[in-house]
């Protein structure tokens, strides 16, 4: 079994700053992508940021230069730090992670998802 667990969602206004993070925990041999993936509402589900086990980086070109994602593989712990946020940025933020477990079978695990609202 392997747990995501994110938080630090919330309500923000344009223009400010929120930082998300992401735990993994449970039978983990190994990590390979982690990732931020949002959903708005009557959207379907895009990928906003994501980080190869060897620091390799991906974001969507709606965020670039605005949101930076970081990982902390001791602490199996990845980081959303998102600036200059906008009204459109409103959606629920969920952490999906690469695992192969200790069984050695290669799992792509999700989060439930933190909702971030930018709303003046």
């Known amino acids: 079994q392997v747990q995501l667990v994110e938080s630090g969602g919330g309500l923000v206004q344009p223009g400010g700053s929120l930082r998300l993070s992401c735990a993994a925990s449970?039978?983990?041999?190994?990590?390979?992508?982690m990732g931020w993936y949002r959903q708005a509402p009557g959207k379907q589900r895009e990928m906003v940021a994501v980080m190869t086990s060897g620091g390799g980086t991906n974001y969507a070109d709606s965020v670039k230069g605005r949101f930076t994602i970081s990982r902390d593989n001791a602490k199996i712990t990845v980081y959303l730090q998102m600036n200059s946020l906008k009204p459109e940025d409103t959606a629920v933020y969920s952490c999906?992670?690469?695992?192969?477990?200790?069984?050695?079978?290669?799992?792509?695990?999700w989060g439930k998802g933190t909702l971030v609202t930018v709303s003046s």
């Open positions: 999906n992670a690469v695992i192969t477990s200790t069984s050695r079978v290669q799992m792509s695990s």
């Open positions: 449970g039978s983990i041999f190994s990590i390979n992508n």
